[in-house]
């Protein structure tokens, strides 16, 4: 018998009972010990007790997959899945944890699995063979001598079909279709890990690559981690981050021409198959003129970097760009042009094409066609469109008003300009919820969003923001889900659109999906907050502290003064009732964005005894609301802190009538869960997420 409280873990959808509990029977009478939950558990407290007890202790982690895990975004087994993954990432050496078994014929079976998932050797049991072989693989990689020196990877020929004797129970093995995957597969060589003297028929190693029909796959997939190795991922020979071009003109006023240039560039390339190209938010923090290329190549794991100068005297440019292999510092390939502004189009794509042509990058869908398209013909409204680009970015109210009226600018001497309606829609969607009431921007960015998408149906921004607003604000799950898809096939490289899908993943209720979004966002732009304070979401919505924390962490690591309405911190504390630690934490940081009270301090106050200092708070803030936006979420928390659910509807029905984006947190926020049973909760949660509750759910 394996020594563990429960050596091999079963984790499979309902539908896939009868094939798990055919397994286990196999499993335990060879003598191994296996939990298997088919009757008494599936649900509730007792779920989320036993179940976290037995994946934090067994040997053996084993997701049945099969058309019934592809098909469904919930069920109890996708929380067994996260429970793993969250496990594999702080064990020093998870390589034998973990076996994925494919039990059906389903040939997409990756739609819905986490990357970890994908990182690991899979199996189908061979018909003639079936469950014995199964047993003994199983025996093989529970043993000592497995689990510290496992048997080089062997490679098979082909996948055969699950027998049906494990299907249906009943009649003899099958023969074996073709072994031959299907045409829709690009995967390379199947490996088998077995011990030397078992070997499985059929086993095949997950692509990194896969024709999906609903999701796209990943940009990049990381091969698994030898233990005791740094966890640093191997540099693509295909990746680049764009650097802000030095502003030679001696005018601080063209400071954004370099900005807006090098973004424009940024854009173009990540649209580029094959080629990793970091975001913004990360490439943007390296300036000036003696950048160092190997730290940048260090920090953002990337071969090379273009950088550049820009020089203006009234319609005239001068652009010297230069691209350097970060590990040497080689130059690979330098350029001077001298255009006119009104050229700028056409200058950015002869750089772009330069850039892809240095580094060996196949153009793919867009060869024939221009890197840049001439987005308008007017260079005004290009010029406006590059100050307000620049504004978009920081996230004071008066920089983000700025840009509204320049947008607009822009838009008026050219109407056609399709990506001026895109950034004059996220402009709104930043001040929203941050700063103004989102139903009173509503009419005026779902609009300009719809423009944008009207006038150039390619512009995966325009179809980013369009999501995010019907998402958020409409609340119009169908319709947001197809915009925050479509941006993604049209650029699968761009880090922001990866990011607003996650958003409406878990917004929809699937975290599982939402995390390999906010994941690869991540890796496209490694030093954005963003990415990773969203992750921290996602583990709240699973329960899961350590995951948030480390989560929140990374956040202010990443910026210390980061806040989304409350610190980080202070959050994931609150959030896991860890009063004191949030309470200590307001000493460093009492206020949380825009300079208001902290809500979740008081929060924590109300839950440590001390309510006159939560009433404190929750008055300072419910005085700010009457001159001007308060988000009412953070509000009806406190109340329910404070004990008063009449409040807290209160509060909840207000942040309704707003439009309020947290609002679509319902579903997880822990400081909410003591309204769960009350009928208003539900009878708001209905109004809530009718669109995803009525047959649009994915």
């Not at 990415?531 to 502290?545: C, I, K, R, V």
């Not at 001007?628 to 209160?650: C, M, P, Q, S, W």
Request: some cysteine; glycine content about 6%.
């Amino acid at each position: 018998m394996i020594e563990s409280t429960k050596a091999i873990f079963l984790s499979y959808a309902s539908q896939d009972a009868e094939v798990a509990r055919r397994l286990c029977d196999a499993l335990r009478a060879a003598g191994l010990e296996v939990w298997f939950d088919q009757s008494e558990l599936r649900g509730g407290d007792a779920w989320d007790a036993s179940i976290r007890q037995q994946i934090r202790e067994c040997a053996l982690f084993v997701p049945l997959i099969s058309a019934n895990t592809n098909a469904r975004s919930e069920g109890y087994f996708r929380r067994e899945w996260n429970l793993a993954v969250h496990r594999m990432l702080d064990m020093a050496d998870d390589q034998t944890f973990l076996l994925p078994v494919l039990i059906d014929d389903t040939v997409e079976p990756l739609a819905r699995v986490p990357d970890r998932f994908r990182e690991r050797q899979w199996t189908r049991l061979h018909a003639g063979e079936a469950l014995a072989t199964f047993v003994e693989l199983v025996s093989g990689l529970l043993s000592p001598d497995a689990r510290t020196s496992p048997t080089p990877l062997r490679p098979q020929a082909g996948i055969a079909p699950l027998p049906d004797t494990l299907r249906s129970g009943a009649g003899p093995a099958t023969a074996p279709a073709s072994g031959q995957p299907s045409a829709s597969w690009r995967s390379r060589p199947a490996l088998l890990v077995i011990t030397a003297a078992v070997v499985l028929a059929a086993v095949y190693v997950v692509a990194d690559k896969l024709a999906l029909p609903n999701r796209v796959a990943e940009v990049e997939t990381t091969p698994p981690v030898p233990a005791g190795k740094a966890t640093q991922p191997a540099v693509s020979d295909k990746s680049i981050a764009v650097l802000p071009f030095v502003n030679l003109s001696g005018d601080d006023n063209d400071s954004y021409l370099g900005d807006g240039i090098s973004g424009e560039i940024l854009s173009a390339l990540s649209k580029l198959p094959g080629l990793r190209v970091i975001g913004r938010a990360s490439s943007f923090q390296f300036r000036g003129p003696d950048v160092d290329a190997a730290k940048v190549g260090h920090e953002l794991n990337v071969s090379s970097l273009l950088s550049g100068t820009v020089q203006r005297a009234g319609e005239d440019l001068r652009i010297t760009v230069e691209l350097i292999e970060t590990a040497t510092g080689v130059q690979l390939w330098s350029q001077h042009y001298d255009r006119k502004f009104k050229n700028l189009f056409a200058l950015e794509d002869d750089i772009s094409g330069a850039v892809s042509k240095a580094l060996a990058v196949r153009l793919g869908a867009t060869a024939g066609q221009p890197l840049v398209n001439v987005a308008t013909t007017n260079p005004h409204a290009h010029d406006l469109y590059l100050r307000a680009k620049e504004l978009s970015f920081r996230s004071d109210e008066a920089s983000l008003d700025q840009a509204v009226a320049l947008f607009n600018q822009a838009i008026a001497e050219d109407p056609n300009y399709a990506a001026a309606w895109a950034g004059l829609a996220g402009v709104y969607a930043f001040l929203a919820d941050a700063y103004r009431a989102p139903i009173e921007l509503l009419p005026a960015m779902k609009g300009a969003a719809e423009k944008a998408v009207a006038l150039d149906p390619n512009l995966a921004e325009a179809h980013a923001y369009l999501g995010y607003i019907l998402l958020c604000y409409q609340r119009d799950f169908p319709a947001a889900r197809h915009e925050a898809t479509r941006a993604v096939e049209i650029n699968p490289g761009s880090a922001d659109a990866r990011f607003f899908l996650g958003l409406y993943w878990l917004l929809a209720k699937d975290p599982a999906s939402a995390r390999a979004e906010f994941q690869i966002a991540g890796k496209l732009d490694p030093l954005n907050p963003w990415p990773s304070f969203s992750e921290m979401w996602t583990a709240t919505a699973e329960g899961d502290y350590a995951v948030a924390l480390k989560a929140a962490t990374r956040v202010l690591e990443l910026d210390p003064g980061f806040s989304y309405f409350t610190d980080p911190l202070a959050y994931v504390y609150g959030s896991f009732g860890r009063w004191q630690d949030c309470i200590d934490r307001s000493a460093a940081r009492p206020t949380g964005a825009g300079g208001k009270p902290d809500y979740k301090i008081a929060v924590c106050y109300a839950h440590s005894g001390d309510t006159e200092r939560a009433r404190k708070i929750l008055a300072q803030l419910e005085s700010a609301s009457l001159n001007r936006y308060t988000d009412h979420v953070n509000i009806a928390e406190i109340y329910v802190a404070l004990g008063d659910k009449t409040g807290a509807f209160a509060a909840l029905d207000q942040a309704y009538r707003d439009r309020s984006a947290p609002l679509l947190n319902l579903w997880f926020l822990p400081e909410l869960k003591p309204l769960h049973e009350d009928s208003r909760y539900r009878a708001l949660t209905d109004r809530v997420y009718a669109s995803l509750n009525q047959g649009a759910k994915p």
